[in-house]
């Protein structure tokens, strides 16, 4: 069987830990140079993966945006972009969302079983629509991009996907950066939500590094003891 992928959260918070706040517009909490640090790390992934929900606040495109970085990865004979792959029970998507428009590399919708026709026949070949589980299980998401043959896996949010991983124990890199300000309105997405999770007080995480870039600053947790594997 193939080994699940090495994976890494990644997420800008604000100091009390809200990943946006409750206008339409995207609320930026990386400066430039985090912005580019993030580009870097999607193009040393094989997929980036986003909840549902991050699909439609935000409309992201997913790509690596850097010229360099894309000679970089076709160089190495991939993909300009990493695989997109997304996680939905009720398949509200919307085909002509940035996701499934932009990039000419794959797109994977993992849904839940009851909704896999639905989904087949509102993606058509915008994606490949693998059953996930009723609910879809991270875990099973997790083997299956194994058996796809993706190594290093980037999960970009939002809340509930990062609760997910982390409850499950499948995380091995929590890269958190920490923008000088507050959201302030606890109805605002946060950067997890309730969960059973492997670390508390009693089996804390390892704190990797802590790099200052400019006003945010950049925390590395080391997750498992994969961490830092390339
Ligand atoms: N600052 C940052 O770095 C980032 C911020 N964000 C912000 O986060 C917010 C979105 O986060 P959040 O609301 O938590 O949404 P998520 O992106 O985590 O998506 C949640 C959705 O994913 C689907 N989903 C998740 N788990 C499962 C499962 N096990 N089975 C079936 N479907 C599942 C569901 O979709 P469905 O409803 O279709 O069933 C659910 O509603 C946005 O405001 C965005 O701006 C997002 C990423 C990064
Ligand atoms: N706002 C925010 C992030 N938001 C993430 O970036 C995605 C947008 O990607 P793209 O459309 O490709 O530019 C968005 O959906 C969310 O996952 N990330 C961060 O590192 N820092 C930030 O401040």
Redo the contacts with the bound molecule.
């Keep these: 069987m193939a080994e699940r992928p090495y994976t890494l959260l990644?997420?800008?918070?604000s100091i009390d830990g809200?990943?946006?706040?409750t206008t339409q517009e995207?609320?930026l909490?990386?400066n430039d140079a985090d912005f580019d640090r993030v580009d870097e790390v999607r193009a040393q992934c094989d997929a980036i993966l986003?909840?549902?929900?991050?699909?439609?606040?935000?409309n992201?495109r997913l790509l690596v945006r850097s010229a360099t970085r894309r000679a970089e990865r076709i160089a190495r004979g991939e993909d300009p972009d990493p695989v997109k792959v997304?996680?939905?029970?009720?398949?509200?998507?919307d085909p002509g969302a940035s996701f499934f428009t932009t990039g000419e590399s794959a797109k994977l919708v993992?849904?839940?079983t009851s909704?896999v026709d639905e989904a087949r026949k509102l993606l058509d070949d915008r994606a490949t629509v693998v059953d996930?589980?009723?609910?879809?299980?991270?875990r099973r998401?997790s083997a299956d991009l194994g058996a796809r043959g993706i190594r290093r896996l980037m999960v970009?949010?939002?809340?509930?996907?990062?609760?997910?991983f982390l409850a499950a124990g499948l995380a091995d890199e929590l890269q958190l950066?920490v923008a000088p300000f507050f959201v302030g309105d606890s109805r605002?997405?946060?950067?997890v939500?309730d969960g059973d999770f492997p670390w508390s007080s009693g089996n804390r995480a390892t704190l990797a590094e802590v790099r200052p870039m400019g006003d945010v600053v950049l925390l590395r947790y080391a997750l498992s003891e994969r961490f830092g594997r390339p």
């Design positions: 990644s997420c800008g918070m809200y990943v946006d706040d995207r609320l909490l990386s986003v909840g549902a929900g991050t699909i439609r606040q935000d992201p997304t996680v939905t029970g009720s398949c509200h998507l993992y849904c839940a909704t996930g589980g009723d609910p879809v299980d991270v998401v970009e949010g939002g809340g509930h996907m990062h609760t997910q950066v605002a997405p946060r950067f939500y």
